[in-house]
């Protein structure tokens, strides 16, 4: 469904740029709403599928480990290379992530230098919140690529060590940096979610939003439709907004 939504949306863009992009606007954000939303539900069923699997490699591991039966042992050590799946999903979405803050940091440095003294106070805050966000990010992309690496590596050493040359202590230093990452970004997430960010104070959204005020009221008027003779203005406007 996202596949064949994505092309529906592509096909939008493209008869809406035949008209300097002045129609549609309104369909192609809810294509695209519908497109992301699809796309995370494809996602969490691999992540879902992903963690059944490493599941019963856990099992079977505790089970070879009771009875002692190497092939059992062989088994679930090649199906917990399943869990490389999931850090790979995992560094793809920090990685989108990470550009999306990047961008943002950018955005409100550029919005900064144009500010007065009130809106560059509040910009700047938002910036901070940002930046620890974007660090935070880091920190697990980092924690998912080592986990990424340290796994199938540690099988190459268990079960191909005599026909391929490989070091032995490499992926235990990658396990335990990724373990390592994975509780600073934790503490780090405390950190932001309950220190830098409770402490923002409630009037920064005025102030963020008059910096923006020349994009929000550009938005405002591409995804603005011809009043019609049903709904009152109001209704009409209401609509509008919650597309901008």
């Known amino acids: 469904i996202s596949t064949r939504t994505l092309s529906i949306i592509q096909h939008t863009r493209h008869l809406s740029s035949m008209h300097d992009s002045k129609v549609l606007c309104r369909e192609i954000r809810d294509l695209d ?120 590596w540690s099988v190459a050493n268990k079960e191909f060590s005599e026909s391929i040359s490989v070091i032995d202590q490499v992926p235990f230093f990658l396990a335990f940096a990724s373990v390592c990452g994975a509780a600073l970004a934790t503490i780090m997430f405390f950190v932001v979610e309950f220190v830098v960010r409770y402490k923002l104070p409630p009037t920064l959204g005025e102030f963020v939003c008059e910096s923006f005020r020349s994009e929000i009221e550009d938005m405002y008027a591409i995804l603005s439709v011809p009043p019609n003779n049903i709904d009152t203005k109001q209704v009409q406007e209401r609509e509008t907004w919650e597309y901008v």
């Open 33 to 152: 709403g519908l497109y992301w939303a699809t796309r995370e539900s494809d996602i969490a069923s691999l992540v879902f599928m992903n963690g059944c699997v490493v599941f019963i490699a856990s099992f079977l591991i505790v089970i070879a480990f009771v009875v002692r039966n190497e092939v059992l042992s062989d088994l679930a050590t090649f199906l917990a290379l399943a869990s490389v799946f999931g850090a790979i999903l995992a560094m793809f979405h920090l990685w989108r992530k990470f550009v999306i803050l990047v961008k943002l940091i950018l955005t409100l440095t550029d919005k900064v230098r144009s500010a007065n003294t009130d809106e560059r106070f509040c910009i700047f805050k938002i910036r901070q919140v940002a930046f620890a966000q974007s660090m935070l990010t880091l920190t697990l992309l980092l924690s998912a690529a080592a986990s990424a690496v340290a796994l199938p």
